[in-house]
């Protein structure tokens, strides 16, 4: 059975540095594009980055490209989403995928809430 | 960027009805076109890829059709676990877009 298993809920202040993962199983990790969604409070669905874990290559949407960054380890099968510098407009849920042979997001994660508050 | 146009944006409808969910996109995508239902406080899930390929497990009444520009999602037969919002995506090129989502509600 495939799974996405992210890290828990997090909580922090402006300026702060974060990195979120995301853990796959039940399938060949490093053969899957995986990335990040971002849904803000009551807000739609925003495609952010996907990385191939074999080769490491990335896409990022210019909307979030400089201010996140996308990083695959896959000797331990993980996904991780970092930010150097959050900003309060960073609060949202963000969801890991898989990407099928489609490009769609076939598989999702159970999301991580992230808050950033003074 | 590639632009989605989700119309409509909400919906009223009743247990049976048949509804029909519109995308179009501002270039052609071939049939790159995901369909998603996320109910509140929940995951999204994928229902359609490729305009028209079912996901295991959806019921068949829901269908997808289009290509190039124009795409629609039809519920046949609108059943209580069907209200939710649904968004499209291409993933024609990155960044994959998705659309603003249509929040089908109870009449």
């Known amino acids: 059975e495939v799974q996405l298993v992210q890290s828990g809920a997090e909580v922090k202040k402006p300026g702060e540095s974060l990195r979120i993962s995301c853990k796959g199983s039940?399938?060949?990790?490093?053969?899957?594009?995986i990335g990040w969604v971002r849904q803000m409070p009551g807000k739609g669905l925003e495609w952010m980055t996907i990385i191939y874990p074999d080769d490491s290559k990335t896409r990022y949407s210019p909307s979030f490209q400089g201010r996140v960054t996308i990083s695959a380890d896959k000797s331990i099968s993980t996904a991780y989403l970092q930010w150097r510098s959050l900003r309060a407009s960073d609060t949202a849920m963000y969801y890991c995928?898989?990407?099928?042979?489609?490009?769609?997001?076939?598989?999702w994660g159970q999301g991580t809430l992230l808050t950033v508050s003074s | 960027d590639i632009q989605m146009t989700q119309s409509p944006s909400s919906l009223s409808a009743s247990v049976g009805d048949r509804v029909t969910i519109t995308c179009r996109t501002n270039?052609?995508?071939?049939?790159?076109l995901n369909w998603y239902q996320q109910k509140p406080g929940k995951v999204p899930s994928l229902l359609i890829s490729?305009?028209?390929t079912l996901q295991s497990g959806v019921p068949s009444r829901f269908s997808g059709r289009g290509s190039a520009t124009d795409f629609t999602l039809t519920i046949a037969s609108l059943q209580p676990e069907d209200f939710a919002t649904y968004y499209c995506?291409?993933?024609?090129?990155?960044?994959?877009?998705f659309g603003q989502g249509t929040k089908l509600e109870v009449k």
């Open positions: 270039q052609t995508i071939a049939n790159f």
């Open positions: 995928v898989r990407l099928n042979g489609d490009s769609a997001n076939d598989y």
């Open positions: 490729a305009a028209f």
């Open positions: 995506q291409q993933s024609f090129l990155t960044p994959c877009t």
């Open positions: 039940g399938y060949t990790f490093s053969n899957y594009w």
